[in-house]
């Protein structure tokens, strides 16, 4: 999602394939359990996906720069990178 290997880019590693691909996995799992379990949340939940990692945080740092630039609140934050 977030890296591919200029190199070799179809036999060489991709930092973020590995990565993304369970923190991607586990969010999307996470948000299966919420809905089968009927989750009806007092706030609104996000989930989000983020692309430019080891090119600095491009994807969250965005993110984060317009939700403080917007005044959004968040209540709590739960990352799931690296989880496999």
Same mark, same amino acid.
């Given at each position: 999602?977030?890296?591919?290997?200029?190199?070799?880019?179809?036999?060489?590693?991709?930092?973020?394939? %590995?990565?993304?691909?369970?923190?991607?996995?586990?969010?999307?799992?996470?948000?299966?359990?919420?809905?089968?379990?009927?989750?009806?949340?007092?706030?609104?939940?996000?989930?989000?996906?983020?692309?430019?990692?080891?090119?600095?945080?491009?994807?969250?740092? %965005?993110?984060?720069?317009?939700?403080? %630039?917007?005044?959004?609140?968040?209540?709590?934050?739960?990352?799931? %990178?690296?989880?496999?």
């Amino acid at each position: 999602m977030d890296s591919v290997n200029g190199a070799s880019p179809t036999t060489g590693r991709s930092p973020g394939a %590995d990565d993304n691909g369970t923190g991607t996995v586990n969010l999307i799992e996470a948000f299966r359990a919420l809905a089968k379990a009927g989750f009806a949340p007092k706030y609104p939940v996000e989930f989000h996906w983020y692309s430019g990692e080891e090119g600095g945080l491009l994807g969250s740092g %965005d993110i984060s720069s317009t939700y403080s %630039d917007e005044g959004v609140q968040v209540k709590a934050m739960m990352q799931l %990178d690296m989880t496999g």
